[in-house]
């Protein structure tokens, strides 16, 4: 299960920045990559807490805490609630079986980790492709919902929620597929004052493998 946590890695999170109604799609796509290394740059300057909570099969998993910085450009994660309690050596079939189950399943979640990674950092490319296609339209928190499919491979789809005032998603969500099963995540954005807008809540379930894993982004500090 461990392998899941690979997720802690997205919550990063690639702000997107949009026009309200129907932008140009070349301007909408550099303004995009723009704000996003700006972002980027502003969010290396902080620390914060990651909590990821796995939930596998009903059952929740010990949730795990870590501390978050850059070093020389780089993330910095550190655990600070206690590692999972280690198990002594065990021999036979069925542990043999048992160990093999979770080598797949481990490599499956590294799958899942990838793919979600690539939804949470489109490209420039990615975005004026959604805007060209992309359908806007009002909702009643006063937001727009821009909705697009075939986002980043067939038969999957994006929609942000673009508070019209600031050009920025307050949430976001996709619907694609992982070896033929349905993955759903939906994201939840906010904003540091005076600093980075950051992904507070990431949700990511695959009922097929009764998957769900909920990342939390709190405690966001200015490095001394």
């Not at 502003?42 to 909570?53: A, D, E, F, N, S």
């Not at 349905?182 to 950051?198: E, I, L, M, R, S």
């Amino acid at each position: 299960m461990k392998t899941v946590l690979m997720v802690a890695g997205l919550a990063i999170g690639a702000a997107t920045a949009v026009q309200a109604q129907g932008p140009n799609p070349g301007l909408a796509a550099d303004a995009y990559a723009t704000h996003a290394k700006q972002n980027a740059e502003l969010m290396q300057k902080y620390t914060w807490k990651m909590r990821v909570q796995l939930t596998y099969k009903g059952e929740d998993k010990p949730a795990q805490l870590y501390q978050m910085n850059y070093a020389n450009g780089q993330l910095q994660k550190t655990l600070l609630s206690a590692p999972p309690a280690e198990t002594g050596r065990k021999h036979g079939i069925k542990h043999r079986i048992k160990e093999k189950k979770l080598d797949e399943f481990k490599a499956w979640a590294a799958q899942l980790t990838d793919l979600v990674k690539r939804y949470m950092a489109p490209t420039p490319g990615n975005m004026m492709d959604f805007y060209s296609r992309a359908t806007f339209s009002p909702v009643p928190s006063g937001n727009v919902r821009a909705t697009d499919t075939g986002f980043m491979q067939p038969g999957d789809e994006a929609t942000y929620w673009i508070d019209p005032a600031t050009k920025q998603p307050v949430r976001y969500a996709f619907t694609t597929s992982l070896q033929g099963d349905p993955v759903n995540c939906t994201v939840q954005f906010a904003q540091v004052p005076g600093g980075p807008q950051y992904a507070s809540t990431i949700s990511i379930s695959v009922p097929a493998k009764e998957v769900v894993a909920t990342i939390t982004n709190f405690n966001y500090q200015l490095n001394q």
